[in-house]
């Protein structure tokens, strides 16, 4: 009935001839869903105890939805319209299917992370402690000592590197090997790092070696190509007419890459910085291969193993104690702990990526 | 080249530039970190070859992690179902994200709203600035759990297919499940790289499609896709190496033994390198350790391979794409 009304009134305009309203397609999910509904309510088994799946339902709904508005749509607007419509109707919903994770997992950190989000989390460790209680002032306290040690490493390193590749090293030999083997270590596992860390210590100091610089050390192998590239696109986007300028008033070219290229570029590269940071606060493997696991605060990077946040959501979670809720409401208060540093690490990036940005466009 | 030609013009004097102390200084110290990260990359390579060596000279019998796995105690035993889960597991991480992740990118690039596309853009990136821990936490406790019922239906209706045989996992915690959470990590790596190659796409390419009387689907799949096929595939390749690499959501939501499989649903799962070595490491000690470290290496080559391959596409696609 619908149809009709509608090729009726649009009649008199060819463009839309032939064209359906989106009314009807609300109309067509809305019958769809309650389809599915009725599908389900008909065909449920003969229990007592029977409960309507509602996420299957909108499933078959949405799957109903598709059969039927690509029917409609081909009866009314023809088959390329058809498709049309019908690859529309996908690719949204390949979006949404992609935001359940997102959306199940923030809302689950965040209400089982709660219980145990409080005071004692951040001030007490984990010595002596076997069933409730504690906290994970000792992990976060070596999260950020690990990565702050490996910043120390890599921020140099990945900065000259940079300067290098676009200052000095263009079309050079050296230069292109650096920018294939940056590629290179991007992709590396993580627990490779971990690995190579390990064994770099074990063959320096003896097996068994375990401690914070060695953890600190696999994060500057993650770290390194990524502060390397952030940056090395930054340095590229300064204006060449800047460097000349310097030039042509006979600063000498370190002091231009210092007093001119570098201060345009340090919104970028303090952004590109602080997401490396980001991305290694939240490593798991290569600390526990490289740093151990530990009860107990440790101030002193050279020496004993050093816990790290996110391995002590992982030990939480694997070895529940005698009380297993209470080390999964640490494990989750821990999550919740981790996912809060990232986000304003992520947030604070971007910000200052934004406020901070040279207005290169004239 | 012209120059040559022409005796007459005086010859240009070419005055070396003065080389100030501060100038040989920098430029030394920069060409001097440039090379510490060849000497990084080397070092890797160098010491886990050192380290993983002993664990294929030595005698397998003196090996206990060796031991356990088969009768006929061998490095290669131990590693091959470690290599196949790992290979396993990335393929079924790849299905699942793959379409969901074009699909996005294309919703993101070609049809949400300009104002919000951007928007849009930063949700999926948070999705990769979740640690993996908290992925495996939520894919241990919460997805495991909720899945399960679907595994029994599956086992119940469609036992005939190997992938389904069973029996299945009582908690869920299946290879299956590792591949979704794997999936849901990949996802955005494949969906920022195509997006980017699609927004790349010669508008004036788009228009002609459109002029000519396509509709959106159509301009994109006659413009759009062929355009970017190589990105898309390098894409999907970069995804496969971050899923070999990917350690804590798979140790931490699946149940493995180490096993050669296909089911999908029973709770005797394959198990990856990374998992495994993760699983192991605390508590290796003496050549076990060589062991996990020479699997490690293995993974390492396998990711070198398959990234070295997507860079490759990459940069030839680079050539011939129209967007330059």
């Known amino acids: 009935m619908s149809l009709n009304l509608n090729v009726a009134a649009k009649a008199t305009n060819s463009y839309s001839s032939s064209r359906l309203g989106s009314y009807v397609f609300g109309l067509l999910l809305i019958g769809a869903l309650l389809l599915s509904l009725a599908v389900f309510y008909l065909l449920r088994p003969a229990e007592e105890d029977w409960q309507l799946n509602l996420v299957a339902v909108a499933i078959v709904g949405v799957i109903f939805y598709v059969i039927l508005q690509y029917a409609v749509s081909r009866f009314v607007e023809g088959a390329r319209r058809a498709v049309d419509r019908t690859a529309q109707v996908l690719i949204t919903s390949a979006f949404l299917i992609a935001l359940t994770p997102l959306i199940s997992l923030l809302i689950t950190v965040v209400t089982k992370g709660a219980s145990r989000f409080d005071l004692d989390f951040f001030t007490l460790s984990m010595r002596n402690v076997v069933g409730e209680g504690g906290g994970a002032a000792h992990a976060v306290l070596g999260t950020v000592i690990m990565a702050l040690a490996a910043s120390v490493i890599s921020v140099p390193i990945g900065l000259l590197t940079s300067i290098y590749l676009v200052e000095y090293g263009q079309g050079r030999r050296l230069s292109q090997w650096i920018t294939f083997f940056v590629d290179v270590m991007t992709g590396i596992p993580s627990i490779v790092a971990g690995l190579f860390a390990y064994a770099l210590f074990e063959i320096i100091l003896g097996p068994g070696t375990r401690m914070g610089l060695s953890g600190s050390a696999a994060l500057s192998v993650l770290m390194i190509p990524i502060v390397v590239r952030s940056s090395e696109e930054m340095l590229r986007l300064v204006p060449n007419e800047l460097r000349e300028a310097a030039f042509a008033l006979g600063v000498p070219k370190w002091l231009t890459i210092l007093k001119v290229v570098l201060p345009t570029a340090i919104a970028g590269i303090t952004t590109g910085v602080m997401l490396a940071i980001a991305r290694v606060m939240g490593e798991t493997a290569p600390l526990l291969i490289a740093a151990g696991f530990s009860n107990d605060f440790n101030f002193d990077i050279f020496h004993d193993r050093m816990q790290s946040l996110p391995n002590f959501v992982y030990y939480s979670y694997v070895s529940q104690g005698s009380v297993p809720e209470a080390y999964l409401a640490r494990a989750w208060a821990g999550a919740l702990t981790l996912i809060l540093i990232v986000m304003v690490l992520n947030l604070g990036a971007r910000l200052i990526a934004r406020t901070f940005a040279p207005k290169i466009g004239r | 080249m012209n120059s040559s030609d022409l005796p007459s013009v005086p010859k240009v004097v070419v005055t070396k530039v003065r080389q100030r102390p501060g100038d040989r200084v920098f430029s030394g110290l920069s060409r001097l970190s440039g090379s510490l990260i060849l000497a990084l990359l080397a070092g890797v390579f160098g010491f886990l070859f050192l380290e993983g060596l002993p664990a294929l000279t030595a005698d397998p ?188 959501a798979v140790a931490m939501v699946l149940s493995a033994t180490g096993v050669i499989s296909v089911n999908l649903i029973s709770s005797v799962n394959p198990s990856t390198i990374a998992a495994n070595i993760a699983l192991s490491f605390p508590e290796a000690s003496g050549l076990n350790v060589n062991v996990l470290i020479a699997s490690g290496l293995i993974l390492f080559a396998i990711t070198l391979v398959v990234n070295s391959i997507a860079r490759w596409i990459v940069d030839r696609s680079k050539e011939f794409s129209g967007a330059n």
């Open chain 2, 61 to 248: 019998a003196e090996i206990s992690l060796l031991e356990r796995s088969s009768e006929n105690p061998n490095f290669w035993a131990y590693v091959f179902p470690l290599v196949y889960g790992t290979l396993w597991a990335a393929f079924l991480a790849l299905l699942f994200a793959f379409p969901v992740a074009i699909g996005i990118a294309l919703f993101i690039s070609h049809y949400a709203p300009r104002r919000i596309a951007e928007f849009l853009g930063y949700v999926i990136d948070l999705l990769a600035a979740v640690p993996s821990v908290v992925y495996g936490l939520w894919g241990g406790t919460v997805l495991a759990p909720a899945i399960q019922p679907l595994y029994v239906s599956l086992h119940e209706n469609l036992s005939f297919i190997p992938f389904f045989e069973g029996p299945p996992s009582g908690t869920g915690r299946t290879i299956l499940t590792a591949a979704i959470v794997l999936a849901v990590m990949v996802l955005p790596i494949i969906t920022a790289i195509s997006r980017e190659v699609f927004l790349q796409t010669p508008v004036l390419y788009e228009e002609a499609a459109l002029a000519l009387g396509a509709t959106r689907w159509e301009m994109i799949r006659t413009v759009v896709l062929p355009v970017a096929r190589g990105g898309i595939i390098s894409s999907a390749m970069l995804g496969l190496g971050r899923a070999f690499g990917e350690t804590m």
